[in-house]
Structure formats: C-alpha cells, structure tokens
C-alpha cells in the first residue's frame, strides 16, 4: 500500500530532551515535507526536501532539524524541545514539486506534547 | 495578509444541499490550488486540485478556479453527513516549491 508513515503517533517529552520524529514513504517521491498544525493558526510548514541531500526552510523552522539521507526518509529532530513545539505534526511526500499540480500525500500524524 | 484566506465558518448545510466553500489568495503568481479534506484528529485528503481558469468536476465535487479574481471555491452536491469535516485550501507559491494552506472551513452536514 502506498503511504506516508509517521512514528510515534503521540509522543511525551521533557524540555531539552532531544528527540526524533521518524517518516517513511514508499513511493518514490521527490519532495517531502513536515509541517505543524495548531489551532486557528493552521498547517505550517517547518522543512522541505527537494531530493537526496537537497533541503530548505519553510515558515516555521527555528528550532528543528531535518536531513536526507535517503529518498525514502525524511526526519525530523527536535535537538533541545520547548513547551512552544507542543503542537501536531505532519509528514507529506510528492512526486514532484508541488508547482507542476502534484498535491502531498500525508501521514497520518505524530501528535508531539513538551512538558 | 495570510496567503490564503478561508471562512473558518462553521458552515452548515441540510443533506441533499449544495456546500460552497470559498478561498482567496494574495499570491497573483500562485500557479495550483488544492482542496483537502480533514476529518477531526486525522490527517488531510487530497479531494482535487486545479490550476486553470474555470471549472474541474470529480464526481459530486466541482473546484473552481478564478486567477483575476484570486478566489478559489469547491462545491459539494447532494452533501452526505459523511462529508463534515474540515476543508483546506491550499496553493503554491511562484516558485513552485513551496506549498501554504488556509486555517480551514468547518462543514457540518445536518441529517
């Protein structure tokens, strides 16, 4: 089944312990991207990936890290997490860039809580 | 001004009805709109996307797109209490690479 994977779903956390929020996709996509969602202030995006190696920042990406290693995986760490990136997080993936009308396909959520 | 602006609502429509659901954007250079659907604590569902002039249908969903205007709809026929949730707008940026989204409207479907 293709699909965008996301691990954990809901994750606890203590300010300043580092943490990673893993995702997964099996379709060979291109781009791939994290975004955060909170109330009344909608989807955010934090990073984007172009390709292999190839990375960018998004509206949101103080505080977060990500890489791209593989075409497959994308992600994201949080190296010191503060109560502020309390928040639900999104992994999407694309064919291509998002401009020729490929829309993103996303995971399924990884509802984060910094303590 | 937000890139696209969306009526948060709650919109509500009676089964069988028509649900209009309305967007504008700032971006004159924005090139794709999408509609995704968002049921509560899930993940967004791309419904459709459009990026030319005029109407696109898919089954009981019509997008439509108006460049001069800056203002995207989607309409919903004969609306199924199975299609509350919530609907984002989204759009590219000029480059391409870069995709925003509205904060949402809230549809609720009354039996």
């Known amino acids: 089944e293709a699909q965008v994977t996301q691990n954990p779903r809901y994750l606890i956390t203590v300010t300043g312990k580092k943490l990673t929020v893993t995702c997964s996709q099996n379709m060979n996509h291109e781009y791939m991207s994290w975004y955060r969602q909170d109330p009344g202030l909608g989807l955010r995006q934090i990073y984007y990936s172009m390709n292999v190696e190839v990375t960018d920042k998004g509206d949101v990406p103080e505080g977060y890290k990500v890489s791209r290693k593989e075409k497959r995986n994308f992600p994201l760490i949080l190296e010191s997490p503060s109560p502020n990136q309390t928040s639900l997080y999104f992994c999407a993936s694309s064919l291509t860039r998002v401009g020729a009308g490929y829309g993103y396909t996303f995971g399924s959520g990884t509802r984060l809580t910094v303590v | 001004q937000k890139e696209v602006e969306q009526n948060s609502g709650p919109l509500s429509v009676p089964e069988g009805a028509i649900a209009s659901l309305n967007c504008t954007y700032s971006?004159?250079?924005?090139?794709?709109f999408f509609w995704y659907r968002q049921y509560s604590g899930k993940s967004p569902e791309l419904i459709m996307s459009i990026y030319s002039n005029g109407d696109k249908e898919d089954g009981r969903f019509t997008a439509q797109l108006n460049k001069a205007s800056q203002y995207v709809s989607l309409l919903i026929r004969d609306s199924q209490p199975s299609d509350s949730a919530t609907y984002l707008c989204a759009g590219t940026r000029n480059t391409g690479n870069q995709f925003y989204f509205g904060t949402g409207t809230s549809l609720t479907v009354i039996p």
């Open positions: 971006d004159r250079g924005s090139q794709s």
